[in-house]
């Protein structure tokens, strides 16, 4: 993604496509994290909780070649992310 000008916060459009920052901005929303999400407590208003595609998922012990490297890392993988959308808070 790309750096807004004086804020220095990432931005969420779609050119560049920064997944997780416009997750985070609530611009692009993600269902059945919930639970995932309550279980944050107060951390909650820091942080949301992401996932890759289902496809991914579903994939995520395949030794194909074409998975490698694409699928999550675990079946059930899950990306902590800050909601702060300063360039510092993503790596």
């Known amino acids: 993604g790309l750096v807004e000008g004086e804020s220095d916060r990432l ?3 779609v050119r560049p496509f920064n997944v997780f920052a416009r997750i985070a ?12 999400q309550e279980a944050l407590g107060r951390y909650g208003r820091q942080f949301i909780i992401a ?4 496809e991914n998922d579903n994939h995520w012990d395949s030794e194909d070649p074409a998975w490698i ?3 999550s890392m ?3 993988h899950r990306f902590l992310v ?3 959308l300063h360039w510092s808070m993503f790596n």
């Open 69 to 71: 490297g694409k699928a």
């Open 82 to 84: 800050s909601r702060d």
């Open 51 to 54: 996932t890759n595609l289902p």
């Open 74 to 76: 675990a079946r059930r």
């Open 11 to 13: 931005t969420t459009g």
């Open 25 to 36: 901005s609530g611009a692009m929303q993600q269902t059945g994290l919930e639970m995932d």
